[in-house]
């Protein structure tokens, strides 16, 4: 990865030429968002917009024939990326990544058709599952929760790929930076009261009960930054990182990782461990 950053830092033909044919191959285009955010967050917009509109090119077919999920995640992406370069602020850029989720969500609503071949796969589920009058009931609610799933994911994926532009950055001009910066990853204690105040009215259902998600994706992340925080500054082996991320895919690790982070905010753990090392 770092080698492909190099080749399309040196100059903006090669970056184009890459991103084109990147762009045409499944899968592989999820990565133009993620060298288009990193010649964001080293060039600025103004510096990005030949390879933007390069870029734009083969995901614009793609989603013409129905697949618009490397397209969405260009702009998102490149929004973060600037968020990220204006402000030095991760937790403004998961911010613009949840505001992504937003986004696709309001869009599935406003154009459910979209969401039809979905809806009748999940239809033939609710009918094999022979679950009665429960199953319509049932039904009912995976539809209305269907499009807050699907925006999380895109939501999840804009702050992956920035991250992923970040790293190729600072592996380029500032080596170990990224890691710096995700060791310190910190949602502050008012951005969290904002987080936990919806996360309440989702809860009991005075917002969208899909919502809940968008609230807790900025945490999950600064508690993934709290464990790696923390390993570093007590110098353990990288092994309970890898215990961490296995142990992080079950749902109720998940919820007390997001725990921790609500902690953290308020208390700040490393600044104390650090203190009293």
């Known amino acids: 990865m770092r080698g492909l950053a190099e080749f399309v830092m040196k100059d903006n033909r090669y970056a184009a030429v890459t991103v ?3 762009g045409l191959v499944p899968l592989a285009n999820m990565l133009s968002p993620v060298l288009v955010g990193l010649t964001i967050m080293r060039r600025g917009i103004a510096g990005a917009l030949f390879l933007i509109a390069w870029a734009v090119i083969p995901l614009l077919g793609w989603s013409l024939y129905g697949d618009a999920i490397p397209l969405i995640l260009l702009f998102g992406v490149g929004a973060a990326a600037w968020v990220l370069r204006a402000s030095d602020s991760w937790q403004f850029t998961l911010l613009i990544a ?5 986004f696709v969500e309001m869009f599935l609503r406003v154009q459910p058709e979209s969401m039809e071949m979905l809806y ?4 033939q589920v609710m009918v094999q599952s022979d679950l009665g009058i429960e199953a319509d009931e049932l039904r009912r609610e995976m539809r209305d929760l269907m499009p807050s799933l699907i925006g999380t994911v895109y939501a999840f994926l804009t702050t ?17 930076g990224f890691g710096r910066e995700f060791r310190d990853l910190r949602i502050s204690s008012k951005f969290t009261t904002i987080l936990v105040a919806g996360g309440f009215l989702s809860n009991f259902g005075l917002l969208p009960t899909g919502w809940l998600v968008y609230f807790c994706l900025p945490l999950l992340f600064a ?3 709290l464990a790696h925080g923390v390993v570093a500054l ?3 082996p990288k092994v309970w990182l890898v215990g961490f991320y296995v142990i992080l ?3 109720i690790s998940a919820q007390i990782v997001i725990l921790f982070a609500l902690c953290d905010s ?9 203190r009293e090392s």
Request: charged fraction near 20%; glycine fraction near 10%; charge should be positive.
């Open 98 to 102: 949840v505001f992504v989720g937003f």
């Open 223 to 225: 508690g993934a930054g």
């Open 20 to 22: 084109l044919f990147l």
């Open 160 to 176: 992956f790929l920035v991250m992923l532009s970040r790293w190729m950055q600072a592996s380029l001009y500032n080596k170990g």
């Open 234 to 236: 007590k110098r353990l």
């Open 266 to 274: 308020w208390l700040d753990f490393r600044g104390r461990i650090a």
């Open 120 to 123: 009748e796969q999940l239809d």
């Open 249 to 251: 895919m079950l749902p």
